[in-house]
Each structure stands twice: as C-alpha cells, then as structure tokens.
C-alpha cells in the first residue's frame, strides 16, 4: 500500500522551532543605537540652543499691527502723564515745556508707522487713532513739531493716493484738538498748489479736506481757484482731475461758492469739444450731475428724472466692466 502525504505528523510535534534570520538582532539592534543617538544628539542641540519656546512675539519695525495697540498705547500714558504734571506748572514756559518731552524722533517714526499702516490697511484706523492723537497731544504747544507733522501728513497724502482719505480723516481729528494745526494746514496745501509738481493729488486732498473739514470757505476758495488754473492749461488730464474733485465736491460747492462753479462750468460747456476718450464721458458726467443737483434727488427741480442715470460707470473701467454695471443698473429697478 502506497504512503499517503500527510499534513501533520505527530511525530515532528515536539520538534524545535523555525531558526530566526540570523540578521534581524543586527538590524534590531542598530535600530535601537541609532535611536538612541538621535536622542542624544537633539538634546544636545536644545540644550545648546539660544531659543526660548515662551519668547515674546517678533513684529517689524516699519508696521504697527493691531497686535501692538496695547503696548504702544501703555508707553504713551507714561509720556502724558510727564505732560499734564508740566501742564500744571503756570511758570512752566513753552520752550522749557518743548525740552522735556522726550523721545520726539521716536514719535515722529511711530507717526510714519501709522501712515504706513493706514495705507495697507485703511481698517485699522479705529484702532490706531487713539494712538495717533496720544502721540502727539505733548506736542500741541510745540509750533515746529506740528509744523513737521503737517508737512508729514500732507506729503504722504499726496505722493500716496491710499492714505489720501484716511489723512483727512487724521487732519479732522487732530485739528479739533490743536487750533495751531488748524492755521497751519491750508497754508501747507496752498504751498503744495503752487510748488508740487504732482497739483492733480494736491488738488484731489484738499478735495478730500473740503469734504471732511468744516471750512469750506477756506478750501472751497482753494479748489476753484485750482480748477481755473487747470482749465487755463487745458489738457485731458486736467480736466479729468477737475471733474475727479467735483464729482466729491460740487453739491457743497453750489452752496458755498456758487458763482465761482458758474465759471468753471461755463469754460467746462466751452472745451466739451476740445477733450476725447474717457474724459468726454467723464466730463458729461458731471455736467449732468449738476443738472440733477448733484444726485440730491429731494432737492432736485425736476421730478421725472431717473436716479439711476446718476449711477454712470467710471470711465477708467474697461469695456466689459462698464457693459455689466449698466446691467446690474438696469436688472436692479425688476
């Protein structure tokens, strides 16, 4: 009879065990070393290490962010309550007053930090106008800082079309607290006017100031004496710049200047001709603005007219721009 294979002998039961490869307690063992060195060698570099896990937080020099509104803020009450002690002081003269308050450079850079900041990030400014007026509260009775800070302000709003707005906002806030700046700041813009290279962002802050600051006579005096001046040189540029400055303007200056405006858009009705491209539609904008008193619908003479044709594209937006805002201007009377 043939042997069968059998699956299982009970014979080889109790026989020994599979041999392990004889290479694994090598690699086990290099493994663990290798491990252990690693271990060893990172608790060297910590213990080698300069760096704190409970460091405070880095921030650049040139930015304020809202992380940093405390602490500035802290710094500052220390420098005003040195103020207010001198303040006090009824011998205490102006320049001894000037003398003892430190740190003015430093508080010129904070100032710039600010500005930079308002430019990126015009948001922020309600975090950072306590600070601004902080700053320079010491420094209200010091007629050459404010000079300084005027001349900083004004500058930067008009080399930096972003800080444009928000540097009115600061000039409104700070000249309700400082006679002196107030006196200062138009004679600041009309220097600019007359010595700037750049007069269309000249003309377009002070067009902002008009708007923001509540002394139209002022600088409504100093807007139509611009816009004659531009039309004067003529050029697509300059009216475009003129009719920028009214469209934010006008309404105001028909109350406050009234025959003056006259002017201008009669010698406005007169070039219509005379300019091209995005400048006529810019130019019959405003002419029809004014027409409509200045979207002021409440007030306007003539009841049949439409609001939304008041809602014109700008004419610096491309073709295909300008097509989808006239729909969306359409679609929103349905």
């Known amino acids: 009879m043939e042997n069968k294979p059998v699956l299982w002998d009970k014979g080889t039961a109790n026989a020994s065990s599979i041999r392990l490869p004889k290479s694994a307690p090598d690699v086990v063992l290099k493994t663990e070393n290798a491990e252990t060195d690693t271990k060893k060698d990172m608790n060297e570099i910590v213990a080698k290490s300069s760096l704190k896990a409970d460091a405070p937080e880095w921030f650049p020099n040139n930015s304020i962010m809202t992380q940093r509104v405390d602490s500035l803020s802290n710094s500052l009450q220390n420098r005003l309550k040195i103020h207010k002690r001198h303040g006090n002081d009824s011998n205490h003269s102006q320049n001894h007053s000037a003398a003892a308050i430190p740190n003015i450079d430093d508080d010129i850079k904070r100032l710039k930090q600010i500005i930079t900041t308002l430019s990126r990030d015009p948001g922020q400014f309600d975090n950072l106008l306590d600070i601004f007026m902080e700053t320079l509260i010491p420094y209200f ?3 050459m800082t404010l000079f300084t800070v005027a001349k900083i302000l004004v500058e930067e709003a008009i080399t930096d079309p972003n800080f444009r707005y928000s540097g009115a906002r600061l000039c409104f806030h700070l000249e309700q607290n400082c006679p002196e700046f107030r006196a200062e700041l ?6 600019h006017l007359l010595e700037n290279r750049n007069m269309h962002n000249v003309l377009l802050f002070i067009a902002e100031l008009y708007a923001q600051l509540p002394h139209v006579a002022v600088y409504g005096k100093l807007l139509v004496d611009s816009f004659k001046r531009l039309l004067s040189i003529g050029g ?9 400055a009214l469209k934010l303007t006008g309404y105001s200056l028909e109350k406050s200047n009234k025959n003056d405006l006259d002017e201008v858009f009669e010698q406005l009705e007169n070039i219509k001709n005379a300019v091209g491209g995005n400048v006529t539609t810019l130019l019959n904008t405003v002419i029809n603005l004014r027409y409509s008193n200045w979207g002021h619908s409440g007030d306007s003479t003539d009841d049949n007219s439409d609001p939304d044709d008041l809602c014109d594209p700008e004419p610096e937006m491309d073709e295909e721009i300008q097509a989808a805002f006239k729909e969306f201007v359409k679609s929103s009377k349905h």
């Open 186 to 191: 138009p004679l600041r813009c009309e220097k």
């Open 236 to 244: 697509n540029e300059n009216v475009k710049c003129i009719c920028q």
């Open 141 to 143: 009775n010091d007629l």
